[in-house]
């Protein structure tokens, strides 16, 4: 089993950046593949970006596409999701998740989940 702790929300101004950590329990991390995906209110969760077990493959939503950074540091068992030019529309509980699978962008596949962060971004 993996255990998952996100941390690094809060409020900031559009056009800000924060960094999201997700720290993860088990000695199996790098056997996972790792995604971050978010929910807004009244909205549906969505995945916004996931990175392969070895940290070489990412993969993005477009909406974040080039704003948003994920990467993983496997010897701290941690992924992190920089996030740059933020937009009030990124406002969301954001969900750090680990998968068995190859690959996934879809949350149906994922088995571990944190507790999720709240990310504020005011206009």
């Known amino acids: 089993q993996v255990q998952l702790v996100e941390s690094g929300g809060g409020l900031v101004q559009a056009g800000g950046s924060l960094r999201l950590s997700c720290a993860a329990s088990?000695?199996?991390?790098?056997?996972?593949?790792m995604g971050w995906f978010r929910q807004a209110p009244g909205k549906e969760r969505e995945f916004a970006a996931a990175?392969?077990?070895?940290?070489?493959?990412?993969d993005y939503a477009d909406s974040v596409r080039g704003r948003f950074t994920i990467s993983r540091d496997n010897a701290k068992n941690t992924v992190y999701l920089q996030m740059n030019s933020l937009k009030p529309e990124d406002t969301a509980v954001y969900y750090c998740?680990?998968?068995?699978?190859?690959?996934?962008?879809?949350?149906?596949?994922?088995?571990?989940w944190g507790q999720g962060t709240q990310v504020t971004v005011s206009s």
């Open positions: 998740a680990a998968t068995r699978s190859v690959w996934s962008q879809s949350q149906h596949n994922y088995d571990y």
């Open positions: 990175i392969s077990r070895s940290g070489s493959i990412t």
């Open positions: 088990g000695r199996t991390f790098s056997s996972y593949t």
